[in-house]
């Protein structure tokens, strides 16, 4: 079993801590009620939430409210340096509840949205899914009928003019059936 480290978060000016296994504990401190008495509060591990988006996320009082943070980019602040100023925090393998800081590296927004991809966390958006789709489903249908009933010469510029779109494009629907796939 690997020894766990702790580090103070600095941000949190010697409330809380972070260990090298991903974990948040508030450190023994005293604080200072509404009703204007000091209370002790004890050391003690946190319990993250999952988010809808597979994240642990805490709570903790910060600046006299209560804030949430992810867990990953407390540890990525507290233990990884970020010479370059990148603004977001990945998982380099993928699992977004591991959060040591071995598996956790500063990155842009491009490279976090590529590496999902890469990761097969995301997949692309083909066909009707993709926002930006032109066609519907029986348009697409009627492309790969055409060229299947049509032979050498099946109309693809004929095609290309009666829904406005490029015949280069024709062409790559009927003959990918990844680009538009039925699911």
Known sequence: MENEIWKEIPRFS???EASNLGRIRTIEHYAIRTDKKTYLVKQKVLKPAINHSGYYRFAVKYNGKLNS??????IAETFIENPENK??????????TDNRPENLEWCTRSENSQHSFNTGLQKPKRGILNGMAKLTWEQVRYIREQKRIGGKYWGRERIAKELGISSAHVKDIANNKNLWKEE
């Open 69 to 74: 943070f992810y867990v990953a980019r407390i």
């Open 87 to 96: 603004e977001q925090v990945n998982h380099k393998n993928g699992i977004k």
């Open 14 to 16: 010697g409330r809380y």
